[in-house]
């Protein structure tokens, strides 16, 4: 296991650094500039600010730089954009809103998903079982974007039970609709995903030996048929999380919860290069660190996959 733990860690660091070095040609490669404006700047004012930035060196003089100061000392460098603002402090700034509801929303649709997958291959064939995909495919077919006002227009506006935006410091009542509006989705996903992997291990010979022993359904159930049935749900979840945690730009952006969405939008727009970099680094890392986590969870639950 310690072997198999060792071989993802080698692929996933230079995984990593592969990406900063294409995320930063291609960056680099879009037209226009951060400094581009209606107004073209004076030569000598434009030259001073490329100077300031180091952009006036060559490219592969600014990608050593970059990477260096990433590696050793965690640094993203200057906003192009933001006065007085480093990317390290945007991140910290917008990075624990969508942690904390993200995470919530994780826990959220996992528990809730799995427990409705399975509840519905055990009614299999039933209205218990017909309600519940009714569920889940209404849940898939509305993304954050048509759920979003939805929402709003329900809790906010028509029955006036909840913020339709806003933060106030991860207040609860400001919470509740962000998390759902995120939740959503991938909750449904869940629950056909586990409700479609624990029939097919209900089917399996192993369990139909179990059940002509006599054992109890129950003890059948969370003893045999849930761990093989997770398999495909575990291999989701590592994606999944790291898009759920990481938050969404719709819901980030819909409910103005200045979460890290919303400087990824506006560095795009705003071609502030450094915090583009700095987002795309840290969803990349976390993407790399969860999957790892997924395939050793895995390698786990499936010892046959170590070899």
Do not use: C
């Not at 490669?29 to 107004?39: D, I, N, V």
């Not at 399996?204 to 003890?219: D, E, V």
Request: no cysteine; aromatic share 12%; glycine share 8%.
């Amino acid at each position: 296991m310690i072997n198999f733990i060792l071989r993802r860690l080698m692929v996933a660091i230079p995984t990593l650094l592969v990406l900063i070095v294409v995320s930063f040609l291609i960056m680099h490669a879009a037209p226009g500039s951060p400094f581009s404006s209606e107004k073209p700047l004076p030569p000598a004012v434009k030259a001073n600010i490329e100077k300031k930035y180091g952009l006036d060196k060559p490219l592969y003089v600014q990608i050593t730089n970059y990477i260096t100061n990433v590696v050793t000392r965690f640094d993203f460098g200057p906003s192009f954009r933001y006065k007085d603002q480093n990317v390290n402090d945007l991140i910290a700034e917008g990075f624990p809103v969508t942690l904390k509801y993200g995470s919530i929303a994780f826990f959220l649709a996992l528990i809730i998903g799995v427990s409705i997958g399975i509840f519905a291959a055990l009614k299999q064939n039933s209205w218990q079982d017909y309600s519940t995909q009714g569920f889940a495919i209404v849940g898939q077919v509305l993304p954050n974007f048509v759920m979003a006002p939805i929402l709003v227009l329900v809790f906010t506006l028509t029955l006036g039970w909840l913020p339709g935006g806003g933060w106030e410091g991860g207040q609860l009542k400001f919470m509740v609709l962000p998390v759902i509006a995120l939740a959503t989705s991938y909750m449904a996903s869940i629950a056909r995903i586990t409700r479609s992997s624990m029939i097919e291990v209900l089917h399996s010979n192993f369990i139909r030996t179990a059940r002509a022993k006599g054992l109890p359904f129950r003890y059948i159930i969370f003893r045999h048929a849930l761990k093989p049935a997770l398999l495909p749900v575990v291999s989701y979840l590592g994606p999944t999380f790291v898009a759920m945690v990481t938050g969404s730009v719709i819901v980030d952006s819909f409910f103005s919860t200045g979460g890290i969405g919303i400087h990824f939008v506006n560095s795009a727009l705003n071609r502030d290069y450094s915090v583009l970099m700095g987002v795309t680094i840290l969803l990349g890392a976390l993407t790399i660190l969860f999957s790892t986590v997924v395939d050793i969870m895995y390698a786990w639950i499936d010892p046959k996959i170590r070899y």
